[in-house]
């Protein structure tokens, strides 16, 4: 975000975002989405990394309907 900011974006912003994130701050998150009009999508235990089989499964799933 820091080296690429948006501020002449013409797509839309999709963000996933995993409940138990502890790199980023769900407060942090939900600014930055207020701020760019983005679509905030929240899986409830995920973590900043997806890796787990469930996490992944996720993932793809939002992949397949959000881009």
């Known amino acids: 975000m820091r080296e690429h900011p948006i501020h002449d974006w013409t797509c839309p912003i999709r963000i996933l975002y995993g409940s138990g994130d502890k790199m980023t701050s769900r407060r942090t998150v ?36 959000e881009t």
């Not at 679509?39 to 992944?56: C, I, R, S, Y």
């Open 30 to 65: 939900e600014d930055y989405i207020h701020l760019h009009d983005a679509k905030l999508t929240v899986m409830e235990g995920g973590e900043h990394w997806f890796h787990t089989p469930e996490q992944l499964t996720v993932l793809r799933e939002w992949e397949e309907t």
